[in-house]
């Protein structure tokens, strides 16, 4: 029967670059696949959440978190695979850009993971769309890789320009240093001085020399 609406279960012309084999064997992958791809992940998402989301969709096999390949931390994508195929079809229906983490994901039929494919493939680490990012986004690190660079080779400079520290003294600084170090030693004459007045002054008192022999006796 003819429809005019597209189905939402169709995969994205997106191409791994790194899928080892040719278009016709691509398209059958992904028309028996039950893996998808999920992207635009916080990094602060959890497995259980990913979990939590899409087991509404039907069992899942496993989950594969997208790691930083330097870090080892989250860095924004995972590979969801079920154990049967409509799931993963309902799945790109009922969940592709829907919110998880107040974040929009994206869901994509994948050909199916391979060991070394849940690290980032970007020079920093992470993901490719990270080095380049312009805008700050706080569930991704805040800005990107590029950007971060740019930013801190600014500050350098700027602390450079403007917070050198001082080589020459400013006048009087010497005379002060010199107040303040003889006020001290003043003090501490001061503090000696009182501490002999009183013992002197105990030993000439009697009431002090009284109580000395009670405690004595």
């Not at 001290?184 to 000395?212: G, I, M, T």
Request: glycine share 8%; charged share 35%; aromatic share 10%.
């Amino acid at each position: 029967m003819a429809t005019v609406i597209n189905s939402l279960a169709i995969p994205s012309s997106y191409r791994d670059q790194l899928y080892q084999g040719s278009s016709n064997q691509l398209t059958d992958d992904l028309s028996t696949t039950a893996t998808l791809y999920v992207g635009n992940l916080s990094f602060f998402t959890t497995e259980e959440q990913i979990y939590e989301l899409f087991a509404k969709c039907g069992e899942i096999k496993r989950i594969i978190m997208g790691l930083d390949r330097n870090q080892k931390t989250p860095c924004g994508f995972c590979f969801v695979e079920y154990y049967h195929r409509s799931d993963a079809l309902d799945c790109m229906k009922y969940i592709n850009g829907t919110k998880l983490d107040e974040r929009v994901i994206r869901c994509d039929l994948d050909p199916g993971f391979k060991e070394g494919r849940q690290f980032g493939r970007g020079k920093s680490g992470g993901q490719v769309r990270d080095e380049y990012r312009t805008e700050y986004d706080v569930g991704r690190g805040g800005w990107g890789h590029r950007m971060r660079m740019q930013l801190e080779q600014e500050r350098e400079r700027d602390i450079k320009e403007n917070y050198e520290p001082i080589k020459d003294i400013p006048r009087g600084a010497d005379e002060y240093k010199s107040r303040a170090a003889a006020g001290q030693s003043s003090k501490r004459r001061n503090d000696a001085d009182e501490d002999d007045s009183r013992k002197r002054q105990k030993e000439h008192n009697p009431r002090f020399r009284e109580n000395d022999e009670d405690e004595e006796d």
